[in-house]
């Protein structure tokens, strides 16, 4: 069948991609930016589309064309500017539904949430709920699979709480109590397999979870178990939790946000029996899948390094950004003409060069606090480096051999500097 798929960029839509693709369906994928998919599948057929601004039936209408089944597997996890949940997770899937319906195609396939309903107090669940709702209405052969936390490989949701389970000490909302029934992404992708065959009675909602519950607490301890570390806890309380929040964004982690805390506070489970009678097989358990799957060196350092990763971009940054200041501000500017003046630089171009090179460094710090062309801006940084010790060496070579080291601070920072670049361009 012809399949149009949106999401495939995330976790379940990557997963389900591969498995619509090994099905031999043909696939089209809807994406802001398609151009990796490409690299990695050169015979797909993908549309760059800004899902969150095609909110009208019509902006779907001329990519349906051939379509035989939409499978909808886009979600947000938190909210930017210019992609609201109102948007993404309702807006957009309603006008594509709608224009299914006038294009004809029969079948679709929503992949929502569990617990999304009309009346719970997060936007996240609502929103959901408002899709599946509407896609409800039609006359349609529709699906709709309300996966748990999802594992398997590369799940970012399972990352994060590895890295929690890997910190030295763990703190626990309400003492880690919340039930959580985790889902394997290959029973959703043979969920979503299952769907597309004709013979599959349609208009279903499914609770797409794992075999059983298991407390929040115990879940870290299976993790921190697979990474071969202890895990050490300790309890927060809400109150603290909604003092801290606002410190969140310092880790640049779009997980750690109110509605996600709200989300783990009431639990998530469900009946896994329907579920599990769907798709016609035993369900996989995380505790199987983790005793059964080698923990991989590359897994231990992503869980070690992961909340490392904001602290080395920050603590960077700060180190321009405190350049910068000190050097115009705070630095007596008698001694840095002085030092000017060793180097040849005298008179007007000295407090051009002074003035102008401080607001270079601060430039670069808020660049890198910003993560703005972090690509570019690292190899300004490096440049400027080189530079600086490259005519300081020249010149003022003395400085090599200061004892709080100016000079051979950089070569670490040097290093520090590409490491960062690394961690952030394969952030999850």
């Not at 800004?50 to 019509?58: K, L, N, P």
């Not at 879940?219 to 929040?245: E, H, M």
């Not at 501000?329 to 051009?352: C, D, K, N, T």
Request: charged letters at 20%; a positive charge.
């Amino acid at each position: 069948m012809n399949i149009l798929l949106t999401g495939a960029t995330g976790f379940i839509g990557g997963n389900l991609l591969r498995a619509l693709l090994a099905e031999n369906h043909r696939v089209t994928v809807v994406c802001r930016r398609p151009e990796k998919l490409l690299r990695q599948f050169p015979d797909l057929q993908a549309i760059a589309l800004d899902f969150a601004g095609a909110i009208r039936s019509r902006d779907w209408l001329p990519h349906l064309e051939g379509i035989d089944v939409v499978v909808n597997a886009v979600g947000i996890i938190r909210e930017t500017p210019g992609a609201s949940f109102e948007a993404v997770h309702h807006l957009a899937p309603a006008a594509l539904f709608g224009a299914c319906k006038q294009m004809g195609i029969k079948k679709v396939v929503q992949i929502s949430a569990l617990g999304a309903a009309l009346d719970t107090e997060t936007l996240y669940f609502t929103s959901k709920a408002k899709a599946d709702a509407h896609l409800q209405t039609l006359d349609l052969d529709w699906f709709i699979f309300k996966p748990s936390i999802v594992f398997g490989k590369g799940a970012k949701s399972m990352g994060l709480l590895a890295a929690m389970a890997a910190l030295p000490v763990t703190p626990l909302p309400g003492g880690g109590e919340q039930n959580l029934q985790p889902v394997d992404i290959d029973d959703i992708s043979q969920a979503v397999v299952l769907a597309l065959k004709p013979e599959t009675p349609p208009r279903r909602i499914l609770d797409a979870v794992g075999p059983q519950p298991i407390p929040f607490a115990a879940l870290l301890g299976l993790l921190a178990d697979y990474l071969g570390r202890r895990l050490n806890t300790i309890p927060v309380s809400g109150v603290w939790l909604d003092r801290l929040l606002p410190l969140a964004p310092v880790l640049d982690e779009p997980i750690l946000n109110r509605q996600s805390l709200a989300m783990l506070q009431r639990g998530n489970t469900a009946n896994p029996d329907p579920f599990a009678a769907f798709i016609g097989r035993r369900l996989a358990g995380l505790e199987r899948f983790l005793r059964e799957t080698p923990v991989s060196q590359a897994e231990r350092w992503h869980a070690r390094l992961y909340f490392l990763r904001p602290l080395l971009t920050l603590s960077i940054a700060l180190v321009w950004l405190w350049t910068g200041w000190i050097s115009a501000f705070v630095f007596p500017s008698a001694e840095s003409y002085r030092m000017l003046s060793r180097v040849g630089i005298e008179g007007g171009l000295a407090s051009i060069v002074l003035y102008g090179a401080s607001l270079a460094d601060f430039a670069m710090g808020l660049a890198l606090l910003m993560r703005w062309r972090l690509r570019r801006v690292v190899a300004a940084q490096v440049a400027i480096m080189l530079i600086y010790m490259g005519v300081i060496s020249v010149f003022l070579p003395e400085f090599w051999l200061h004892p709080f080291g100016p000079l051979t601070k950089n070569l670490p920072l040097l290093a520090a500097t590409l490491i960062m670049l690394i961690l952030e361009e394969e952030k999850p």
